[in-house]
């Protein structure tokens, strides 16, 4: 089956500072993956389609100048939360979907437990 | 927005079997996904339904109908390894592009 990695798995960072976050699709092209964003007890809330090549489109409410995402190739994007705050820490889940012609299954990243201090 | 509806928690016991139900907005819907969570943990995909009816795969079934808007997760012989939450997703289309909406998932327990 299609895999998804991401890193950090865990990162803990000062007020302020910025954190990037990698994910990648070992075993697949992904032309779309999507960045989510999980808080305790909470449902995935969609943050971002990041599609290569071309811009992210953000949901509302989601800062595009806080919330970098780029998606350079078609095994990796990145999100890098600028100038994080304490209310910013929170569970990021990436996932890639699966390729085109198929059943637009999408594959989760393991998450990225980010804590700002 | 594509509002899914799912219970918040549900407790069943070991052996058991349980029903987990999902109601959504059907305008612009083209599919319904099943993914389990365990705390912690990214989600882990179960199933999938695009037509009426019901999809078996060993222990869990998934039952859709399009025409009431209505999905739900069956599972049987149910074990403790079975506790997490259990997301009801539905995919939906509109200006080009097929997105994933969430339900709040639904936080399953299993007793002995």
């Known amino acids: 089956g299609a895999v998804v990695s991401q890193h950090p798995s865990r990162v803990i960072c000062k007020s302020g500072t910025s954190v990037k976050i990698e994910c990648r699709s070992l075993d697949f092209q992904a032309t779309t993956m999507f960045w989510y964003r999980q808080f305790p007890k909470q449902s995935l809330m969609l943050m971002a389609t990041s599609n290569e090549g071309s811009k992210a489109t953000y949901e509302q409410g989601v800062e595009k100048d806080k919330f970098l995402i780029n998606h350079a190739s078609l095994t990796l994007s990145t999100l890098t939360v600028t100038s994080a705050h304490p209310e910013d820490s929170s569970f990021y889940i990436c996932?890639?979907?699966?390729?085109?012609?198929?059943?637009?299954?999408?594959?989760f990243g393991p998450g990225t437990r980010l804590t700002v201090t | 927005g594509q509002n899914i509806d799912q219970p918040t928690e549900m407790t069943a016991t070991e052996g058991a079997i349980v029903q987990i139900n999902c109601t959504y907005q059907t305008s612009g819907f083209n599919g319904l996904f099943w993914y389990q969570q365990h705390a912690g943990e990214a989600p882990t995909f179960l199933s999938y339904?695009?037509?009426?009816g019901l999809e078996e795969k060993g222990r869990f079934s998934s039952f859709l109908s399009r025409s009431k808007g209505y999905s739900y997760l069956l599972l049987k012989e149910l074990q403790m390894k079975d506790s997490a939450s259990y997301l009801c997703?539905?995919?939906?289309?509109?200006?080009?592009?097929?997105?994933?909406?969430f339900g709040k998932g639904t936080k399953l327990s299993v007793i002995p």
């Open positions: 339904n695009v037509l009426d």
């Open positions: 996932s890639a979907r699966s390729p085109p012609g198929t059943t637009y299954e999408q594959y």
């Open positions: 997703a539905g995919l939906y289309s509109g200006a080009g592009s097929y997105q994933l909406t």
